[in-house]
Every structure is written in C-alpha cells, then in structure tokens.
C-alpha cells in the first residue's frame, strides 16, 4: 500500500475540489484522497499503462479517461483534462454518478478504478486500490479538521 498524504494541495487546487466535490455531492477528503492516489497532485499527470492509453489514455489529477470524460459529456481533445477544473469536475461528476449508482463510497471508488462494485471488482482494486484511497481519506479528514465539510 503507497504511503499517507503529508499535506493540502495547493490552495487554487484545493479551491477547484471544493467547489466540485460540493456541486456533485461528494466528500472533499474522498475527491483528495483520489486525486492523491491518482496523480499525488500533478497536474500534468498522465497514465502510462498501455491499457490506459488504448482506451484514449488517463489524464491530470484525478486520472480521467479520455474515454469516460467524453462519455460523461466533455467535448474537445483529451489536452483538456489536463485543465485542473475540467479533471476534478469531471471525476466529481464520474464518482457522483458511481455513488447513486452503488450507494456506498466504498464502491463508488472501486468503481472508479474498475468500473465495478468492491464485490465484483479485481483482486487489485480489492486489496490495493480502495484500501490506498480509503487510507488517504482518513490522513485528508486528519488534515482538513474542522474544514473537512467547507
């Protein structure tokens, strides 16, 4: 399992999440924890799996498939992911979606990364991704304190 978040991301970062973590309805430390998991912040991020780059690649902080972006409705090339507030919103609107879809956060992460439930999900989603993330989570709701509903 990779390591604990050591701090916030930067404050404009940081101000995107919020903004997109509350017009989707998803908690700002889990909209942290997966751009962290994802990309530790980097916002010119971009997934070199080979498995990744055959479905149009996965780009910025929260690693959004070209693919799901544009099926979630994003128009124009794949470089806009890379714009911080089209990637969060994007993965804000995607988790959303997968959270009133499974209704648990738990799996809305699984699916996330797998596209399916924590019970139908690979053995790598099971035992890697979600604990990473759900570890995050809890270091972010540490960080953010009294701030962790703003």
């Known amino acids: 399992m990779r390591d604990v978040p050591k701090a916030l991301p ?16 998803v908690p700002l430390d889990l909209v942290l924890a997966v751009a962290w998991h ?23 902080l929260m690693q959004m ?3 799901t972006a544009q099926g979630l409705g994003m128009q124009g090339p794949p470089s806009n992911l890379y714009s911080p507030k089209v990637n969060v919103t994007f993965g804000c ?6 959270f009133k879809r499974f209704g648990v956060w738990g799996d809305a992460v699984s699916g996330y990364n797998s ?22 989570r809890d270091r972010f709701i540490e960080l953010l304190g009294s701030d962790v509903n703003q």
């Open 115 to 136: 596209g399916k439930p924590l019970s139908k999900a690979p053995r790598s989603t099971k035992e890697n991704y979600v604990p990473s993330v759900m570890k995050a």
């Open 93 to 98: 609107m995607l988790l959303s979606q997968l």
């Open 65 to 67: 498939s070209y693919q």
């Open 10 to 25: 930067a404050d404009k970062i940081l101000s995107i999440m919020r903004e997109a973590s509350s017009a989707y309805h």
């Open 38 to 60: 994802e990309s530790r912040f980097k916002v010119r991020a971009l997934a070199t799996d080979p498995r990744d780059i055959a479905r149009g690649g996965s780009y910025g």
